[in-house]
């Protein structure tokens, strides 16, 4: 049981937007920030977003995030076929005193 | 260029000891935390424990009584040992980089990933 909870998958059409959801709680989301990371099938993961909003070089403006509270959301606007893959939230927890995942959503462009 | 390469024996019989070794190439351990990080196939990821290069290390509770990690900063190389493993302990895995300018929680490098399967 992942300690981040998000939507198991999520789809759309291409040029669509997409958002996938991240849910926590005080110890981790609402004290630290968030990053994300995307998974290609077959893959390592690759660092997406970090500082609940930063982009690190390279990775495309069309990915966003924002975070209220234990919440957080990463949308991806004008979706391509290369975007398929499955995306995990991370943060930092206090309590367990190291980082937490969510549990993956994968996502699909029809 | 820094690249991270694991490896290890990809079969390990249950109640024995898990090795594997991270091999960082193109770049320095130091000013660096290092972290194991594994995914049981089809599932998510899951946090093993992170060394920084001094040698600190942190573990996930769930997994401390068993996990001991190292660092060997002549050869460029963080090492993890999993004791009593079960078929549980089945999964890629990861060795990543944290602590650069993205932030000490944002895991910047990745290895491509080693699958270990516990079976007799």
Avoid: H
């Avoid at chain 1, 980082?99 to 996502?107: A, C, I, M, Y």
């Amino acid at each position: 049981q992942a300690v981040l909870t998000q939507p198991p998958s999520a789809s759309g059409a291409p040029g669509q937007r997409v958002t996938i959801s991240c849910s926590g709680s005080s110890s981790n989301i609402g004290r630290n920030t968030l990053s994300w990371y995307q998974q290609l099938p077959g893959t390592a993961p690759k660092l997406l977003m970090y500082s609940n909003t930063q982009r690190p070089s390279g990775v495309p403006d069309r990915f966003s995030c924002s975070k209220s509270g234990t919440s957080a959301s990463l949308a991806i606007s004008g979706l391509q076929s290369e975007d398929e893959a499955d995306y995990y939230c991370a943060a930092w927890d206090d309590s367990l005193s190291g980082p937490v995942f969510g549990g993956g959503t994968k996502l699909t462009v029809l | 260029q820094v690249q991270l390469q694991e490896s290890g024996p990809g079969l390990v019989k249950p109640s024995e000891t898990l090795s594997l070794t991270c091999t960082v190439s193109g770049g320095s351990i130091s000013n660096f935390y290092w972290s194991w990080i594994r995914q049981p196939p089809g599932k998510g990821l899951e946090y093993i424990g992170y060394m920084y290069y001094t040698g600190s290390t942190n573990y996930n509770p769930s997994l401390k009584s068993r996990v001991t990690m190292s660092v060997d900063t002549s050869k460029n190389q963080i090492s993890l040992k999993l004791s009593s493993v079960t078929a549980a302990d089945t999964a890629v895995y990861y060795c990543a980089r944290a602590g650069s300018a993205y932030g000490s929680d944002a895991f910047d490098i990745w290895g491509q990933g080693t699958m270990v399967s516990v079976s007799s």
